[in-house]
């Protein structure tokens, strides 16, 4: 069974940084692709930030210059650190891993819990 377990959400006014992190544990063979996904109230879950195991990164265009993702494959976890935040980042966000098992299956699709992120004005 493999987990991801997000911490770092919390209040913070516009302008201020919070840094989100998401550890993978359980037992698999390795991880493909890490990121964060962001869902607000009413709207659809969205793409925040993704990072490879090789290190390439992608970010939404609404974040980029200001949000940071990184991983330590060692430890399997990512990081997103986001800066010069906006009340429109106010959201719950969502840790995802494309996860292999073993050597012989395919790649699966984990979330983690979510961690609430809520920017005041």
């Known amino acids: 069974q493999v987990q991801l377990v997000e911490s770092g959400g919390g209040l913070v006014q516009a302008g201020g940084s919070l840094r989100l992190s998401c550890a993978a544990s359980?037992?698999?063979?390795?991880?493909?692709?890490m990121g964060w996904y962001r869902q607000a109230p009413g709207k659809q879950r969205e793409l925040v930030a993704t990072?490879?195991?090789?290190?390439?990164?992608n970010y939404a265009e609404s974040v980029k210059g200001r949000f940071t993702i990184a991983r330590d494959n060692a430890k399997n976890t990512v990081i997103l650190q986001m800066d010069s935040l906006k009340p429109e980042d106010t959201a719950v966000y969502y840790c995802?891993?494309?996860?292999?098992?073993?050597?012989?299956?395919?790649?699966?699709?984990?979330w983690g819990q979510g961690t609430q992120v809520t920017v005041s004005s």
């Open positions: 995802n891993a494309n996860v292999r098992i073993a050597t012989s299956l395919t790649y699966g699709n984990y």
């Open positions: 359980g037992s698999f063979f390795d991880i493909d692709a």
């Open positions: 990072i490879i195991s090789g290190g390439s990164t």
